[in-house]
């Protein structure tokens, strides 16, 4: 599944679309808190090109830059929260969230969490690694995605799913790999920092109905309003 949980079963193309709008909108909002010019803020640039690369409408983008750098007269206060513990079956899951009600959010997911169990900061994310995580496709037939790694300055490099190969970075060194992965002939469809299990659990260890358990409840997660991104210790 890779270092971030994604659905197997989409809901409609709409329904999902909408979420991920709603998700890219709360990363650009925050990200331009940092200042608007994106040439000068990283974490910016990085948001503009995912949300560029899911087709989000331009004037939506505008909108959410303008609103987090304050150039609007609105308000806006998100909060970032991360949440440990397990889905059943002991497999272990990282939820980052951003919320503008942190009372809310957190009474949710203990409610999410009935089916694993939530644990205490530092409970769970020692069996992550935290990275940066760059999923990239090839631009061009040939491309070698481990010499592309070298020479963009990743530490390491693993197949991801439909022929896209993820890049491990140090966090420090998620915008320098991004930038230099293009002149290796890789196409850069997501960068951010997110977590790894380093001991993911093999699915073929599980039957078929716990298996079905588990995505239930990454399902769940997933779809809540607040959750940014889950983050599962469960192997491809």
Same mark, same amino acid.
């Given at each position: 599944?890779?270092?971030?949980?994604?659905?197997?079963?989409?809901?409609?193309?709409?329904? %999902?679309?909408?979420?991920?709008?709603?998700?890219? =909108? +709360?990363?650009?909002?925050?990200?331009?808190?940092?200042?608007?010019?994106? =040439?000068?803020?990283?974490?910016?640039?990085?948001?503009?090109?995912?949300?560029? +690369?899911?087709?989000?409408?331009?004037?939506? !983008?505008?909108?959410?830059?303008?609103?987090?750098?304050?150039?609007?007269?609105?308000?806006?206060? #998100?909060?970032?929260?991360? &949440? /440990?513990?397990?889905?059943?079956?002991?497999?272990?899951?990282?939820?980052?969230? !951003?919320?503008?009600?942190?009372?809310?959010?957190?009474?949710?997911?203990?409610?999410?969490?009935?089916?694993?169990?939530?644990?205490?900061?530092?409970?769970?994310?020692? *069996?992550?690694?935290?990275?940066?995580?760059?999923?990239?496709?090839?631009?061009?037939?040939?491309?070698?995605?481990?010499?592309?790694?070298?020479?963009?300055?990743?530490?390491?490099? /693993?197949?991801?799913?439909?022929?896209?190969?993820?890049?491990?970075?140090?966090? %420090?060194?998620?915008?320098?790999?991004?930038?230099?992965?293009?002149?290796?002939?890789?196409?850069?469809?997501? %960068?951010?920092?997110? &977590?790894?299990?380093?001991?993911?659990?093999?699915?073929?260890?599980?039957?078929?109905?716990?298996? *079905?358990?588990? /995505?239930?409840?990454?399902?769940?997660?997933?779809?809540? /309003?607040?959750?940014?991104?889950? #983050?599962?210790?469960?192997? =491809?």
């Amino acid at each position: 599944m890779g270092a971030q949980w994604k659905a197997k079963h989409k809901d409609l193309a709409a329904n %999902a679309r909408g979420r991920l709008f709603g998700k890219l =909108s +709360k990363d650009l909002i925050i990200a331009a808190r940092h200042g608007a010019d994106p =040439s000068a803020n990283s974490r910016l640039r990085l948001v503009i090109e995912q949300a560029r +690369k899911a087709s989000m409408p331009k004037d939506t !983008v505008e909108r959410a830059i303008r609103k987090g750098a304050g150039l609007t007269g609105e308000t806006v206060h #998100f909060e970032h929260l991360l &949440y /440990e513990g397990f889905a059943p079956h002991h497999v272990p899951v990282m939820v980052e969230c !951003v919320t503008d009600n942190v009372h809310r959010a957190a009474s949710e997911m203990r409610v999410l969490f009935r089916k694993g169990h939530l644990g205490s900061s530092g409970s769970v994310a020692w *069996e992550f690694d935290h990275l940066g995580l760059i999923e990239a496709e090839p631009a061009a037939a040939g491309a070698d995605p481990e010499a592309a790694a070298i020479e963009a300055g990743a530490q390491d490099v /693993e197949p991801a799913h439909d022929g896209i190969t993820l890049f491990l970075t140090d966090p %420090a060194d998620l915008d320098l790999v991004s930038r230099a992965l293009p002149a290796q002939g890789f196409t850069v469809l997501s %960068a951010r920092l997110g &977590y790894k299990a380093k001991n993911p659990i093999d699915p073929a260890s599980l039957t078929t109905e716990q298996l *079905e358990e588990v /995505e239930a409840f990454l399902a769940a997660l997933d779809a809540h /309003e607040d959750v940014q991104h889950v #983050f599962a210790g469960l192997g =491809s």
